[in-house]
């Protein structure tokens, strides 16, 4: 199985209202980074599967939203998260204890 594919289906077990880090998916799928499971996120745009992984879930360690290249896919990912029942504090940043999927450390 391709990279991205592990990486799609690790996202595809995070529930609605939860989320995880990038670092936590790459820990889960073995053999790659942070940094790749962003870059195949990021792929998703130009991919077929854009709809059945729910790529709004996985947000970084520091529990943000991390910034993308055109700023509309951040302001989409917080909204879709809000509507998932995920709470963003003043400071932007989402409880890992409340909303965090299985255990983050």
Known sequence: ???????????????????????????????????MVGYALAALKRSKESESVPW????????????HGDGF???MQRERLE????????DGRVDWQTFGW???K
């Not at 709004?56 to 910034?67: A, D, E, M, T, W």
């Not at 509507?83 to 003043?90: K, M």
């Open 1 to 35: 199985m391709m990279l991205y594919e592990q990486i799609y289906d690790v996202v595809r077990q995070i529930p609605p209202g939860r989320v995880a880090s990038y670092g936590q998916v790459a820990r889960l799928v073995g053999g790659c980074t942070a940094r």
């Open 56 to 67: 709004q879930r996985v947000i970084n360690r520091h529990g943000k939203i991390s910034p």
């Open 73 to 75: 896919g951040s302001l």
């Open 83 to 90: 509507a998932e029942g995920v709470v963003f504090g003043e």
């Open 102 to 104: 299985l255990e983050e």
